[in-house]
Nanobody, 121 residues
Framework: QVQLVESGGGLVQPGGSLRLSCAAS????????MGWYRQAPGKQRELVAA???????DYADVVKGRFTISRDNAKNTVYLQMNSLKPEDTAVYYC???????????????WGQGTQVTVSS
């Protein structure tokens, strides 16, 4: 079993910054792509940013230049640095990891519990 635990959400004013963290633990052989998704009320969950084990990154157009994804492979942790936040960034942010588990060498998708980010004055 693998668990993803997120932290770092909260309330911030427009133009402010937040840093999200997501740590994976459990029966992990390797972690492939890690990413952050978000879901605003009444909207579908969407990809915000993703990073491969080799460090290649991908961003949604609406966050390019403002958000930065990074990871610490030794700690099985992914981060999302969010700068110049806008009210439209308000959502629940979910961590995702594609994990090869040590029990059967298969890859599974795991999700964190979500952390609320609210951008408001």
């Amino acid at each position: 079993q693998v668990q993803l635990v997120e932290s770092g959400g909260g309330l911030v004013q427009p133009g402010g910054s937040l840093r999200l963290s997501c740590a994976a633990s459990g029966s992990i052989f390797s972690i492939n792509t890690m990413g952050w998704y978000r879901q605003a009320p009444g909207k579908q969950r969407e990809l915000v940013a993703a990073i491969t084990s080799g460090g290649s990154t991908d961003y949604a157009d609406v966050v390019k230049g403002r958000f930065t994804i990074s990871r610490d492979n030794a700690k099985n942790t992914v981060y999302l640095q969010m700068n110049s936040l806008k009210p439209e960034d308000t959502a629940v942010y979910y961590c995702n990891a594609k994990v090869t588990v040590s029990s059967n060498w298969s890859e599974y998708d795991y999700w964190g519990q979500g952390t609320q980010v609210t951008v408001s004055s």
